[in-house]
T-cell receptor, first 114, second 113 residues
Framework: AQSVTQPDIHITVSEGASLELRCNYS??????LFWYVQSPGQGLQLLLK??????LVQGIKGFEAEFKRSQSSFNLRKPSVHWSDAAEYFC????????????FGKGTTLSVSS | KAGVTQTPRYLIKTRGQQVTLSCSPI?????VSWYQQTPGQGLQFLFE???????NKGNFPGRFSGRQFSNSRSEMNVSTLELGDSALYLC????????????FGQGTRLTVV
């Protein structure tokens, strides 16, 4: 069955510290992988996506993610977290590069402490 | 350019009623996808329309239906509302081809009482 698992429901990180959000997927075909961020009361904003090629992808707001096929993982990282990064983060997998018909993980809520 | 517009932003309906939600995609986008977001189940894909045809469908009962018009605007309808249908309904539009990004609207918050 196709699924996305985000093991961490809630993470708290100090401002300026590094961040890693975990994502594991199960998908029968070639996975198209995405990370989205959602602020309270807002829709989802795409942070980055992976289709093929270089397994380390760069996104907006200083985020990057690494695709590891052997581990079926696509973890999101940021070297230094800012208070404005507090939000909910969703990993998703889909059948195409356009990001339609996505299967989402349950999300990880990031809190940033000062 | 204008983003994805969903109307209304908030709705309160009574159990057993039906409801129609609207999504206006970004100009030039031909694909519209709908998602349901609840605290318990998270984000779940409902269906995708491309050029007025349903192209993909999630695992939801037949009470959930949708359509897309020739101008790419889409509506979703939920009949015989249940308390569990209370959710944030998000739509996303994209050009529909490869290599393009899906942009999300702010959603419609549906409360069923």
């Amino acid at each position: 069955a196709q699924s996305v698992t985000q093991p961490d429901i809630h993470i708290t990180v100090s401002e300026g510290a590094s961040l890693e959000l975990r994502c594991n997927y199960s998908y029968g075909a070639t996975p198209y992988l995405f990370w989205y961020v959602q602020s309270p009361g807002q829709g989802l904003q795409l942070l980055l996506k992976y289709f093929s090629g270089d397994t380390l992808v760069q996104g907006i707001k200083g985020f990057e993610a690494e695709f590891k096929r052997s581990q079926s993982s696509f973890n999101l990282r940021k070297p230094s977290v800012h208070w404005s990064d507090a939000a909910e983060y969703f990993c998703a997998v889909g059948p195409n590069q356009a990001g339609t018909a996505l299967i989402f993980g349950k999300g990880t809520t990031l809190s940033v402490s000062s | 350019k204008a983003g994805v517009t969903q109307t209304p932003r908030y709705l309160i309906k009574t159990r057993g009623q039906q409801v129609t939600l609207s999504c206006s995609p970004i100009s030039g986008h031909r694909s519209v996808s709908w998602y349901q977001q609840t605290p318990g189940q998270g984000l779940q894909f409902l269906f995708e329309y491309f050029s007025e045809t349903q192209r993909n469908k999630g695992n939801f009962p037949g009470r959930f239906s949708g359509r897309q018009f020739s101008n790419s605007r889409s509506e979703m309808n939920v009949s015989t509302l249940e308390l569990g249908d209370s959710a944030l309904y998000l739509c996303a539009s994209s050009q529909g081809g490869g290599g393009t990004e899906a942009f999300f609207g702010q959603g419609t918050r549906l409360t069923v009482v």
